[in-house]
């Protein structure tokens, strides 16, 4: 009887440990997207930070990834996207975010490899197309930067970029 009674309050303080730990995480998550809306970007990603020590969300991190982006803090959106991929291996909009910023520091090796896996994960990703036509287009592969925003525009017709883009190729040959 006692070490059912030792297991029983064991349990109930494991427990509230748990229900501790999620509410401390949820309010962590809001006062981060609270700071964000009041435009205090910095303490926003200190605040989602914090909530990553008690629960490692995909969501956590795309918020950071964005609002570093955003920051033009480059360097660190790069890491936090790796680190959430570390989690998250399919996380289609960590992988995204990670392609454009590999593309920014004209990474294109690199950003045509996270674009191919985001593909291989979701072939109809907003805008992934077309980020390849980027690619392709600044390497010279102009042809086949015309077939990926003919791609985009197949999965989403109203990408203003892609048409502008096939407008563009067409107009140089």
């Not at 590999?102 to 907003?126: Q, T």
């Not at 109203?158 to 040959?173: H, L, S, T, V």
Request: aromatic fraction near 14%; glycine fraction near 4%; proline fraction near 2%.
């Amino acid at each position: 009887m006692k070490n059912k009674l030792f297991f029983l309050f064991f349990l109930l303080i494991f427990l509230a440990g748990c229900s501790y730990e999620k509410e401390t995480f949820r309010k962590l998550e809001k006062q981060g997207d609270t700071l964000f809306s009041q435009g205090r970007k910095k303490e926003a990603i200190e605040r989602w930070q914090d909530a990553l020590k008690f629960k490692k969300t995909s969501c956590i991190y795309e918020k950071m990834v964005v609002t570093l982006i955003m920051e033009r803090e480059n360097e660190q959106a790069t890491m936090w996207a790796e680190q959430g991929l570390t989690y998250f291996p399919d996380c289609c909009n960590l992988i995204y975010n990670l392609s454009y910023l590999c593309l920014l520091e004209k990474n294109y090796d690199k950003c045509l490899k996270n674009i191919e896996r985001l593909l291989a994960i979701n072939e109809y990703y907003p805008e992934a197309h077309f980020m390849k036509g980027m690619i392709f287009e600044q390497t010279g592969r102009i042809k086949e930067a015309k077939e990926e925003y003919v791609k985009e525009i197949n999965i989403n017709p109203g990408c203003k970029k892609a048409w502008k883009k096939i407008k563009e190729i067409g107009d140089e040959k």
